[in-house]
């Protein structure tokens, strides 16, 4: 829909956003494509809220940090390898659940399969006329104010600590001026439980230790907190805690952020939502994927505070009085935004080509993946090409092809003590897991039964069509009073709901995944209260 309006067009976009992806980004996909057909629209935008696994081989999975049941290569490694292409523009942001050494190769941003792109620790980019910004990761106060300090392979502390957000990635963030539309993020700011109404119906979904959370205040990042209340962007969405959440934070002067967090993609769990987001934008009949100019300012004014190894250096964002000293002036992005395009074929589009290094294939589908190393560290030609433009050297890549692992029993990190995240409820010890040790050949039986087991389930429940795979729910209140529910799309005629966001009248779109797709990679059914991973979320 547009509206002329002299030399500029008013445009919706829609804009489909999903929660925790947890490597089921086919079936994401599919959902899309069959409320596509139901409603009669087309979706130009995918953003994905975190815990994306963009997982190719199985030495991309030795580098993820998840429960033994949740370790499967699930889909992304059939777009990796070109089997399959994304039927949509996709840009996602990293939580704590990745392969963090496809992340670590692309810091500052890059294609991880043809249409999809990964945002870097932070990022800026424009479409279509959206601006949209993103951080990846979530918070852990111990590593904060850390630099950018891990190396390859990752031992058991840094596994951990390298999702774990840095200060210089935040401030980066506090240095934008110019509006901002969508911000993405894995973790929630903190505070923004007080913008929402939905808190007692949160508290019913969540478990136990998730409940102390909410109720002692603990919920979110306070870095993200700054973000919000310096950046002030039209929406803002995010996951990790796979449930469903709108809130509206009013900012003054009329300026509001309209709040959505989302689910994990499993049967039940509301993960996809479709918004429709007003732009303005010059005439242009095919929508352009740019970088974006004040970003690339940002970049050179903060390259100074950058630093690569695992030393405390307190930036001073968390403070209240914290003023932006690192913004760019007008003329200097000018300047950097010329030189710039002089290097990128006269333009801010980021190229489209995907080359798959020979050395780095994807996963064949069915050998072993459990058994697998680490991968050494590799450096993606995206990212040497993207800074050789930007006239910046490569300093994460100088320092980790500088300094090796150090010798078994010595860390480049200080040894950090369990976390949250780490417990669990049958801990043993000094806070450490009781995992029972199993062997590679019962692990691997334990996955492939639990995938068997999940398929079996799901078609036991839905008979009939085999591909009938979402649902469109109605999410409304006065809906679920009359226990209106739409149906499944193969057999059942699909309704769409009337949910809206909170605070505003856009009608959009709550979408959940009801069975495994063919193929494989059915999700996981399990009752989300049972389900282990969301003591980590």
Same mark, same amino acid.
């Given at each position: 829909?547009?509206?002329?309006?002299?030399?500029?067009?008013?445009?919706?976009?829609?804009?489909?956003? #999903?929660?925790?992806?947890?490597?089921?980004?086919?079936?994401?996909?599919?959902?899309?494509?069959?409320?596509?057909?139901?409603?009669?629209?087309?979706?130009? +935008?995918?953003?994905?809220?975190?815990?994306?696994?963009?997982?190719?081989?199985?030495?991309?999975?030795?580098?993820?940090?998840?429960?033994?049941?949740?370790?499967?290569?699930?889909?992304?490694?059939?777009?990796?390898?070109?089997?399959?292409?994304?039927?949509?523009?996709?840009?996602?942001?990293?939580?704590?659940?990745?392969?963090?050494?496809?992340?670590?190769?692309?810091?500052?941003?890059?294609?991880?399969?043809?249409?999809?792109?990964?945002?870097?620790?932070?990022?800026?980019?424009?479409?279509?006329?959206?601006?949209? #910004?993103?951080?990846?990761?979530?918070?852990?106060?111990?590593?904060?104010?850390?630099?950018?300090?891990?190396?390859?392979?990752?031992?058991?502390?840094?596994?951990?600590?390298?999702?774990?957000?840095?200060?210089?990635?935040?401030?980066?963030?506090?240095?934008?001026?110019?509006?901002?539309?969508?911000?993405?993020?894995?973790?929630?700011?903190?505070?923004?439980?007080?913008?929402?109404?939905?808190?007692?119906?949160? +508290?019913?979904?969540?478990?136990?230790?998730?409940?102390?959370?909410?109720?002692?205040?603990?919920?979110?990042?306070?870095?993200?907190?700054?973000?919000?209340?310096?950046?002030?962007?039209?929406?803002?969405?995010?996951?990790?805690?796979?449930?469903?959440?709108? !809130?509206?934070?009013?900012?003054?002067?009329?300026?509001?952020?309209?709040?959505?967090?989302?689910?994990?993609?499993?049967?039940?769990?509301?993960?996809?939502?479709?918004?429709?987001?007003?732009?303005?934008?010059?005439?242009?009949?095919?929508?352009?994927?740019?970088?974006? *100019?004040?970003?690339?300012?940002?970049?050179?004014?903060?390259?100074?505070?950058?630093?690569?190894?695992?030393?405390?250096?307190? +930036?001073?964002?968390?403070?209240?009085?914290?003023?932006?000293?690192?913004?760019?002036?007008?003329?200097?992005?000018?300047?950097?935004?010329?030189?710039?395009?002089? !290097?990128?074929?006269?333009?801010?589009?980021?190229?489209?080509?995907?080359?798959? *290094?020979?050395?780095?294939?994807?996963?064949?589908?069915?050998?072993?993946?459990?058994?697998?190393?680490? #991968?050494?560290?590799?450096?993606?030609?995206?990212?040497?090409?993207?800074?050789?433009?930007?006239?910046?050297?490569?300093?994460?890549?100088?320092?980790?092809?500088?300094?090796?692992?150090?010798?078994?029993?010595?860390?480049?990190?200080?040894?950090?003590? *369990?976390?949250?995240?780490?417990?669990?409820?049958?801990?043993?010890?000094?806070?450490?897991?009781?995992?029972?040790? +199993?062997?590679?050949?019962?692990?691997?039986?334990?996955?492939?039964?639990?995938?068997?087991?999940?398929?079996?389930?799901?078609?036991?429940?839905?008979?009939?069509?085999?591909?009938?795979?979402?649902?469109?729910?109605?999410?409304?209140?006065?809906?679920?009073?009359?226990?209106?529910?739409?149906?499944?799309?193969?057999? #059942?005629?699909?309704?769409?709901?009337?949910?809206?966001?909170?605070?505003?009248?856009?009608?959009?779109?709550?979408?959940?995944?009801?069975?495994?797709?063919?193929?494989?990679?059915?999700?996981?059914?399990?009752?989300?209260?049972?389900?282990?991973?969301?003591?980590?979320?």
């Amino acid at each position: 829909m547009s509206e002329e309006g002299g030399q500029r067009t008013r445009v919706i976009r829609k804009v489909a956003v #999903a929660g925790c992806v947890h490597g089921e980004i086919e079936t994401i996909y599919k959902t899309i494509q069959k409320l596509e057909k139901t409603e009669k629209m087309k979706v130009d +935008l995918l953003v994905c809220c975190g815990d994306f696994q963009a997982v190719r081989n199985p030495e991309d999975l030795a580098c993820m940090v998840t429960p033994k049941k949740y370790r499967l290569m699930k889909t992304f490694y059939k777009y990796y390898s070109g089997k399959r292409k994304a039927p949509v523009l996709t840009v996602f942001v990293g939580g704590n659940h990745e392969a963090s050494n496809v992340h670590l190769s692309l810091f500052n941003g890059g294609w991880v399969a043809p249409n999809i792109y990964y945002m870097g620790h932070a990022n800026v980019v424009n479409f279509a006329g959206l601006r949209i #910004a993103g951080i990846s990761g979530i918070y852990n106060q111990r590593h904060y104010h850390l630099g950018f300090g891990e190396t390859m392979p990752f031992d058991d502390s840094q596994l951990r600590s390298v999702y774990h957000i840095r200060e210089a990635s935040v401030l980066r963030l506090l240095q934008i001026a110019r509006p901002v539309d969508i911000m993405l993020s894995h973790d929630w700011p903190h505070g923004i439980m007080g913008f929402g109404s939905n808190n007692k119906d949160l +508290l019913d979904m969540w478990t136990q230790q998730l409940r102390r959370t909410i109720t002692s205040n603990d919920v979110g990042n306070p870095a993200l907190s700054k973000i919000l209340h310096v950046m002030k962007p039209r929406y803002w969405f995010a996951a990790h805690y796979h449930v469903r959440f709108p !809130a509206e934070v009013s900012h003054g002067s009329g300026s509001k952020t309209s709040f959505l967090a989302l689910g994990k993609c499993l049967p039940d769990h509301e993960f996809l939502q479709v918004v429709d987001v007003e732009v303005k934008q010059p005439n242009a009949k095919v929508p352009k994927f740019e970088y974006d *100019p004040e970003w690339l300012a940002i970049m050179h004014s903060t390259a100074g505070v950058m630093h690569y190894d695992m030393k405390k250096r307190n +930036l001073g964002t968390l403070k209240p009085d914290y003023k932006p000293e690192h913004r760019p002036r007008e003329e200097d992005i000018a300047k950097i935004t010329e030189e710039f395009k002089s !290097a990128n074929n006269g333009g801010l589009e980021i190229p489209l080509e995907f080359a798959r *290094p020979v050395e780095l294939k994807a996963w064949d589908g069915k050998s072993d993946f459990l058994g697998a190393r680490q #991968a050494p560290y590799r450096c993606s030609v995206q990212t040497v090409a993207f800074l050789r433009k930007l006239k910046l050297s490569n300093r994460l890549h100088d320092f980790l092809s500088n300094n090796p692992k150090p010798p078994p029993g010595q860390r480049f990190c200080e040894p950090v003590p *369990p976390s949250e995240e780490d417990k669990s409820t049958n801990r043993k010890g000094r806070g450490r897991r009781a995992t029972p040790r +199993l062997s590679l050949a019962s692990t691997r039986r334990e996955a492939e039964a639990k995938q068997t087991r999940s398929v079996r389930s799901v078609r036991s429940a839905r008979s009939g069509d085999a591909h009938a795979a979402h649902s469109v729910r109605t999410t409304s209140p006065a809906a679920r009073a009359r226990g209106v529910r739409g149906g499944g799309v193969g057999g #059942a005629s699909g309704a769409r709901g009337d949910a809206q966001m909170h605070g505003s009248p856009r009608k959009l779109a709550a979408v959940e995944a009801a069975t495994g797709l063919a193929g494989g990679g059915a999700p996981e059914v399990a009752p989300a209260a049972e389900d282990e991973e969301w003591q980590e979320c």
